[in-house]
């Protein structure tokens, strides 16, 4: 291959600190750097050569000379211009691609709702009904083909109305610097144990709870907010 033929078909990005060449803008460039006997190329067919020589090498060294130090500048202004005019056409695609990307993902996302609602109305169905048939057999745990029924009693919902009138009964505070504070692990200890309803809360006892396990997934609630 003749150097004008070389220089022609590779594109060549000149740096203080060395040189990418590629076949064009498509292709993928290697990197050509500089040392003291001359330009060491990362490409397989340099790896493999004697010399450490390649096309790409042959290329630098036929455009800039086998001993510069740095490539001369190649453009004048109206080549800049046109630069900073393909910079600006690919920051337009690049914007245009994002906006692109979002309005799909929307519509996915969209999509994404509809059909898992739709989903969830229809999982709702059948929980209810296995929830309803282990109550009225009495079952606790029933294993089936495709897996495991569950319910278990819940401990009561403590909820304080009156923080001020639960401090003032000293079983239920605990000390934290400078402040008294409601221990509120003792004060469900003391309601489960004795079933004492303590001035300043009130106590909602809750249904038990049905839950499933699939032979294909992992354990999920269906009545957390029962």
């Not at 600190?17 to 990197?31: A, C, K, M, R, T």
């Not at 969209?110 to 059948?126: C, I, R, T």
């Not at 032979?215 to 269906?222: F, G, L, R």
């Amino acid at each position: 291959m003749d150097a004008s033929t070389l220089i022609t078909n590779y594109d060549i990005i000149g740096t203080p600190g060395g040189f990418l060449v590629g076949s064009g803008i498509d292709s993928e460039y290697v990197e050509v750097q500089k040392n003291g006997s001359g330009y060491i190329c990362e490409c397989f067919i340099a790896q493999i050569d004697g010399e450490g020589r390649c096309e790409h090498t042959e290329a630098v060294e036929l455009k800039y000379g086998g001993q510069r130090e740095h490539p001369s500048p190649l453009i004048d202004q109206a080549r800049a211009d046109f630069y900073l005019g393909q910079i600006a056409n690919i920051d337009t695609s690049i914007e245009q691609n994002r906006n692109s990307a979002n309005i799909q993902i929307k519509q996915i996302q969209d999509w994404l709702k509809s059909v898992v609602e739709k989903d969830e109305k229809k999982k709702s169905y059948y929980e209810i009904s296995l929830d309803n048939w282990m109550r009225s057999f009495g079952f606790k745990t029933k294993s089936l083909a495709h897996g495991v029924l569950k319910l278990r009693q819940q401990q009561p919902e403590i909820v304080i109305d009156d923080e001020a009138l639960l401090i003032s009964d000293k079983r239920f505070v605990r000390i934290v610097p400078m402040k008294e504070v409601i221990d509120k692990s003792a004060l469900r200890r003391h309601v489960i144990n004795t079933g004492e309803e303590v001035a300043g809360i009130c106590v909602n006892l809750r249904d038990a709870k049905f839950t499933y396990t699939t032979t294909c997934h992992m354990e999920i609630k269906s009545n957390d907010s029962r």
